[in-house]
């Protein structure tokens, strides 16, 4: 076996690989960016080099640099992980004539899936079904157009050299053609270097399924079974389940083969997936191969109980499979829920931030948590904007799903807009748990999904004011500790008013919803409360760092509660609630963002300029396009107006709340 590997990648999945390298006894190289210096998968590893700024283009995607951190560190060998040069076969090409093996499969393979048009002629040649579109190398737009009108709307356009989502557009109306081809061709050559397109019918509630392959160098290949990874939003991954709902034996059986025939015919070796896409009735269509380890993985190692990187770094290393596929059974049923750094109430918009705390659920038999952060580290709007991974596994589906709920409600992070909440709610969403799924259940359940906020009941309330009593007598013992004058009565935090009960108001935000909480001081350490109009007696007390236990009148209640500079974060009885404090004093000195201009939601770079200055526009006109963490985002009108100054140029860098246009409503 290897005695070094280096892991070509970051985040997560670099952590993951190290875990099993460590396991096998295989010493680690990480590579890192100017802006992963501390990460955690550097910090796990046992050396790292660095190969280049924080731009991926110029250090996760310098094959050149990577090569030389590992000729330089004596690695053997290179993992690629998933996502960067993981599906890059002259990557593989040069690993292969510098002497260094890389884990994945041959570049002639890769390359033969790389191009999805290609692919989907070589799946066509061997018996594979195809969804019915347009995979040709005509890209001028109006044969593309035309295309499109011959197979009838709805239709999908995907970067042919894409992958993760990144590249798609849904066509509902021949009217919308040119404007999602412009988008789709603009995203893909900017993720991929590759503009080419095809055009596909696109499936009313279709279900994403794929296959878990794998081969050897000696001929052998196996099906470690399905996933179903049909809950997505932006056309990217959110829940993964395996095995599939509803899925039949013999349904199993006759895709299962088809994906080995896909694997087979390109001559693969390693780990791969052949997705496809299934109509409600079951028919089932070959999409594309990805040549590499995916994202949801552990779904496929907890029902099978393999581990699929050892399996990966048997395979390079030459060994056969380690079972074959009459010793491959079904045990149990797992999910995924990928939890990200973003707003699903603003469109899943991407978010960036300092994570001030991170404590993920327990490990356990049941419970898995793959993450490449920890607290204090920073999530930057240069790569995917993934948090963690959140697998569970139980005996089956409904077990499942309970143990996803219970996982998720003790899932506390804090310093950044996660998804965490959102999926708490789709996991529980009735079309979720009926097992009703296809592509669009998100948008189908959005009542479920995203509910109207509903206000902090009061043993929250109580809570974070119990918090804040306690942070205050913290600090007021240690004000008297530090002074001159321990027994000054200005040290004291007793709520003292003039000709006044002593007392204290607490002015909570909750959104636009505002809390004021009066807390008067009794003897004792007692405080009574006054919370929706009643007046209840509160006592309370610190657990640890984060910790607060408090009785309201008889009722002993308990939260996480961490507070980040104004926020106040409470995690209670699976939930999570924010707040801002509120101080009176220093509203006066708050201004106001300026009325007249629409600025950036993220940080980001300037990819498109639609409009011109002096343009009367309607109300939704796209204006500007934006990209950052992989993902565009369209600045529209907020309503008819002109448009009075464009502030930035195409390829210029902005900063988060960045005023873009000035713009004057009609």
């Known amino acids: 076996m290897f005695t070094k590997l280096l892991i070509a990648n970051r985040g997560e999945i670099a952590c993951r690989v190290i ?41 996760y995607l310098r094959g050149d640099r990577i090569l030389e951190a590992a000729l330089r560190s004596g690695a053997q060998a290179i993992h690629p992980g998933y996502g960067f040069l993981a599906e890059n076969g002259d990557f593989a090409a040069a690993c292969e004539k510098a ?3 890389f884990v994945g499969p041959p570049a002639s393979a890769i390359r033969a899936m790389g191009s999805k048009s290609a692919a989907k002629a070589l799946m066509e040649r061997a018996g594979v079904p195809l969804v019915p579109g347009y995979h040709g190398d005509d890209q001028d737009a109006r044969h593309l157009r035309a295309e ?14 894409g992958g993760g989502g990144k590249g798609m557009r849904i066509v509902e109306r021949a009217d919308e053609f040119a404007a999602a081809l412009a988008s789709c061709k603009r995203e893909a050559a900017s993720a991929f270097g590759d503009d080419k397109v ?27 079974f399905e996933r179903d990874c049909s809950v997505q939003r932006r056309h990217q991954k959110v829940l993964e389940e395996a095995p599939a709902p509803g899925m039949t034996a013999a349904r199993r059986a006759a895709m299962g083969a088809a994906a080995v025939a896909a694997a087979q015919a390109i001559g693969y070796v390693g780990a791969g997936t052949v997705e496809f896409i299934a109509d409600q009735a079951g028919t089932f269509y070959f999409m594309e191969m990805n040549t590499r380890l995916q994202v949801e993985h552990p779904v496929t190692e907890m029902i099978t109980g393999a581990d699929l990187v050892e399996w990966q770094l048997r395979v390079a290393w030459g060994e056969p499979l380690p079972r074959r596929q009459d010793e491959l059974a079904l045990d149990g049923h797992a999910l995924e829920a990928r939890v990200y750094a973003e707003d699903p109430a603003k469109g899943f918009l991407p978010a960036t931030g300092r994570i001030a705390h991170f404590v993920p659920p327990a490990a356990s038999r049941h419970v898995r948590v793959d993450t490449g952060v920890a607290a204090g580290d920073e999530i930057s709007p240069h790569y995917d904007p993934m948090v963690a991974k959140l697998i569970v596994w139980d005996r089956d589906r409904p077990a499942a799903l309970a143990r996803m709920r219970e996982a998720l409600g003790a899932f506390e992070i804090v310093g950044l807009t996660t998804n ?51 942070r205050l ?114 509203a006066g000195a708050q201004t106001e963002a300026h009325g007249g201009g629409l ?60 005023e873009l246009i000035r713009f004057d409503a009609a």
């Open 19 to 59: 875990r099993t390298a460590r396991r096998l006894g295989i010493g680690t190289v990480a590579v890192y960016s100017a802006a992963d210096r501390g990460a955690l998968h550097v910090r796990a590893a046992d050396e790292a080099y660095l190969v280049g700024p924080a731009a991926a283009k110029e250090s």
């Open 99 to 101: 002497g260094v093996v």
């Open 148 to 161: 499109a009108d011959r197979i009838g709307y709805p239709v999908l356009l995907k970067a042919s050299a």
């Open 198 to 224: 095809l055009v596909e019918k696109y499936l009313q509630r279709p279900r994403h399924i794929e296959i878990q392959v794998f081969a050897d160098a000696r001929g052998g290949c196996v099906h470690l």
């Open 420 to 470: 965490v909440a959102f999926l708490s709610r789709l996991v529980q969403c009735t079309p979720f748990a009926a097992a009703d799924l296809d592509t669009g259940l998100i948008e189908r359940a959005r009542a479920e999904l995203f509910p109207p906020p509903a206000a902090a009941p009061d043993e929250v309330l109580a809570l974070a004011t119990a918090a804040e009593l306690l």
């Open 473 to 586: 007598g913290r600090d007021a013992r240690a004000h008297a500790a530090a002074s001159g004058d321990p027994w000054s009565p200005w040290s004291e935090c007793d709520g003292w008013r003039l000709n006044q009960d002593n007392h204290h108001v607490f002015d909570f935000r909750e959104g636009d919803r505002p809390h004021a909480v009066t807390v008067h001081y009794r003897a004792g350490g007692a405080f009574e409360v006054e919370l929706s109009g009643a007046r209840r007696m509160l006592t309370c007390e610190s657990v640890g760092a984060t910790g607060v236990r408090a009785w309201l009148d008889d009722e002993s209640i308990a939260a996480t509660v961490v507070r980040s500079g104004d926020a106040i974060e409470v995690f209670h009885r699976g939930g999570r609630h924010r707040f801002e404090l509120h101080d009176p004093w220093l």
């Open 599 to 658: 600025t950036a939601p993220m940080p980001g770079k300037v990819i498109a300029v639609l409009v011109a200055a002096g343009a009367k526009v309607d109300r939704g006109a796209p204006l500007l396009v934006m990209e950052a963490m992989k993902m565009e985002h369209t600045i529209v009108a907020p309503a008819a107006g002109a448009v009075q100054e464009i502030l930035y140029r195409i390829g210029d860098q902005v900063a988060e709340g960045a």
